[in-house]
């Protein structure tokens, strides 16, 4: 398995701030994801985070909502850029390792903004 | 992007009582199909899973069925316990490594 961290685990925002979100993962993986789950629902891609290059986004997410880094084949950050109430969700972090089927889910984050 | 049915969204069944929730899909290309069980508050965990050339997989209580020609799979529980008490999602992977999940099934196992 993979041991994921995320950080913050929760966080309670204003409207029009951002918040960044880091996904830390215990060893080397071919692919990171993050996902948002709203309450009550399930899990919606938001994009494919590709290291040292532009991640690639879902239909209905865009880069300039929701920047994504991945400097590295460890760690991941997401930003959610100028909130609303809407963008109230938990947003996860998901590893992928080469060579097997099994994706890992971190603990979450989960962000309220008022 | 690829759509997957999930059914039924809520599921209530007596404690040692079977559970069973069946996914349909459109892309017959998908490979792989895992289920996640989901508590509340926590992160999603994969429970099974069963690549395209496996007909049916078991491990201790829970199965998992899938009908290639038809586009389902199901996830079988036998002996539910309290403890089974929880969110299952169904998924696929599609092109690019990407998983698609079903809708989720809110399980309860009353005593």
């Known amino acids: 398995s993979a041991v994921i961290s995320q950080k913050p685990s929760r966080d309670i925002c204003q409207r029009g701030t951002s918040l960044t979100i880091q996904c830390q993962v215990d060893s080397q993986v071919t692919m990171m994801f993050w996902y948002r789950q709203q309450p009550g629902q399930s899990l919606t891609l938001i994009a494919t985070?590709?290291?040292?290059?532009?991640?690639?986004?879902e239909s209905g997410f865009v880069i300039d909502k929701f920047p994504i880094s991945r400097p590295n084949l460890t760690f991941s950050t997401l930003t959610v850029s100028n909130m609303s109430p809407e963008d109230s969700s938990i947003y996860l972090c998901?590893?992928?390792?080469?060579?097997?089927?099994?994706?890992?889910f971190g603990p979450g984050t989960r962000l309220t903004v008022l | 992007g690829e759509n997957v049915e999930q059914h039924p969204s809520t599921l209530s069944v007596q404690e040692g009582d079977s559970a069973v929730i069946k996914c349909t899909y459109s892309?017959?290309?998908?490979?792989?199909f895992p289920w996640y069980k989901q508590e509340l508050g926590k992160r999603p965990q994969l429970i099974i899973d069963?690549?395209?050339?496996?007909g049916e997989k078991k491990d201790q209580r829970i199965a998992v069925t899938l009908n290639k020609t038809a586009k389902h799979f199901s996830l079988h529980i036998t002996e539910t316990q309290p403890e089974d008490s929880a969110v299952y999602f169904c998924a696929l992977r599609g092109g690019g490594n990407k998983l698609t999940f079903g809708t989720g099934t809110q399980l309860k196992v009353e005593l």
């Open positions: 985070a590709n290291q040292g290059s532009e991640a690639t986004y």
């Open positions: 892309d017959s290309a998908s490979n792989y």
């Open positions: 069963i690549r395209s050339n496996v």
């Open positions: 998901s590893v992928l390792r080469a060579g097997t089927d099994t994706q890992y």
